[in-house]
DNA sequence: CCGTATCCATTCCGATACTG
DNA sequence: CAGTATCGGAATGGATACGG
């Protein structure tokens, strides 16, 4: 059950996060739990997914921090299925696969749910990379420098 | 060979994105890419993924427009793959799963790799989620506007 | 060196049946 | 409603072997 293909003790955090998060899955339950989905059978409804496999998910996201298992507000004797600190963290990931979605996987016109920001009831604007005095940063000034070992 | 759920028509652009890169390869792939990696064997040994898969995940890049392929640039018959604009505009999704890993996966003191400016030679700062005048957002402070139809 | 093709094992996933 | 159990098919992955 256990999903890791050994990145987990990869000295890259790209490899870590993607150990964590990179199945077809996981991200797409995370985003219905940014968009205040937390009960078993409303992920289920809302992604389509077999329940043994969203009951296996839930699981590895509970055990990896992500998400945490609280009891149902509504007094059943259920569980609810909450963002944790760490899967709150998350949000930038998601907000910056949005908006690749939506200015690369979109034609014209064609419509997609938008990022609100409800203080002033606008669209939230694309993240951008910049530098520590606050400038734009291209891809192309950048480099990963890799830690001594491996 | 089609790896699309179905979700390439949601009107979801994080349903899409994930649609196309959300596997366990293709985001490595990437952030190889935008490490300058560009031959097949170098992709292989990299990331130590079987070469049956790999040719798979590349052609998929190729058909989705992310990657490109282009004639070897040292003259030999074979071909290199090469950021496509597309492409380069993950950027910002590589960048924000490095900062969760980075931020959640490791230990105090554990080493991992950095996101260099090169013009300055100092760490690329975290991106964060700013409203339209530049203040900080918090995830609590957005909603995701659904589109009519569905 | 770059891929493709094939074989086999493992994993993933969906459907369904079942339990509390 | 919330999960578990099981089964079969599909996808994934590793290890070759093969050809350009």
Redesign the pocket.
Known sequence: ???S?GLSDSTCPVARALDVVG???SMLIIRDAFDGVR????F?ES?????????????QLVESGVLD?VP?S?G??????VLTPRGKALFPVIVTLRQWGEGNLFERGEKHSVLIDRTNGKPVPALALKNADGKALAMEETFVKKVEGR
Chains 1, 2 share one sequence.
């Open positions: 059950m256990a999903r293909k199945d077809r899955w009960r078993f059978g409303a289920q992604l389509l997914i077999a329940r043994n496999i969203l009951t296996d998910r839930l699981k298992c149902a509504d059943s004797a259920y569980w609810e299925y």
